[in-house]
Each structure stands twice: as C-alpha cells, then as structure tokens.
C-alpha cells in the first residue's frame, strides 16, 4: 500500500492542525493504520493508531486528550485531528500502516511495512 500524508504546517501554540494520510494500491480496510513523529535530534515515537475497522485506537500518553485518529475506509483515508498544540509536538508526522492480522501494541514499528513521506508541523510559541 502507497501512503501520502499531507496538512502539515505552522501553527500558534494552542491551535489545531488536521493531518491526512491517502492510501492506495492495496485494500485499505486490510490495514491498521498509526501515526508516528519525529522531532528534530530525536527518535521517531508512537503517536496514534486505529484498527481496520476504527473501532479501536491507541494514544502516547503525551497526545491522549488532544489528539484524535480516525480514518475513513471508503475513501482510503486517515486522520490525525491535532488539537491544543503545543511547542513540544513540533516534529515530522509520518502514517503507517499494518496488515490487520498483527495483534501487537499499535506502537511498534516494525510491525508497520508502509510509510508515508511524512509532513512537518511547527508549532510555535
């Protein structure tokens, strides 16, 4: 599956971001899908992750009450709704993606074979 994640930017401290991940070329709804970041001399860390189906979803202790994945399997789509930024969130954004059969924490990437390109958000203070 080819990922492409998009709306990434700069934004105050306290505002809001949507981040998008289009997938395609394999049956989306085959695929757990998770957000992960990477920020500047850091190692890339867990964000966010939703099972096929969106009925289950994971947060990193850090996002949990601000942060909301979701996806839409019709349009082989997910979301990452960033909400209540903070400077501390500025990294690159990457989604990925998980054939549904892994039954692991939505937080380890090697269980991920897909990657997007990434999108960077800056949040300033």
């Known amino acids: 599956v080819q990922l492409q994640a998009s709306g990434g930017g700069l934004v105050q401290a306290g505002g809001s971001l949507r981040l998008s991940c289009a997938a395609s070329?394999?049956?989306?709804?085959?695929?757990?899908m998770a957000w992960f970041r990477q920020a500047p001399g850091k190692e890339r860390e867990f964000v966010a992750g939703?099972?096929?189906?969106?009925?289950?979803?994971s947060y990193a202790d850090s996002v949990k009450g601000r942060f909301t994945i979701s996806r839409d399997n019709d349009n082989s789509m997910a979301f990452l709704q960033m909400n209540s930024l903070k400077p501390e969130d500025t990294a690159v954004y990457y989604c990925?993606?998980?054939?549904?059969?892994?039954?692991?924490?939505?937080?380890?990437?090697?269980?991920?074979?897909?990657w997007g390109q990434g999108t960077l958000v800056t949040v300033s203070s």
């Open positions: 990925a993606a998980r054939y549904y059969t892994y039954s692991g924490a939505y937080n380890i990437q090697t269980d991920y074979h897909y």
């Open positions: 070329g394999r049956t989306f709804n085959n695929y757990d």
């Open positions: 939703i099972n096929w189906s969106g009925g289950t979803t």
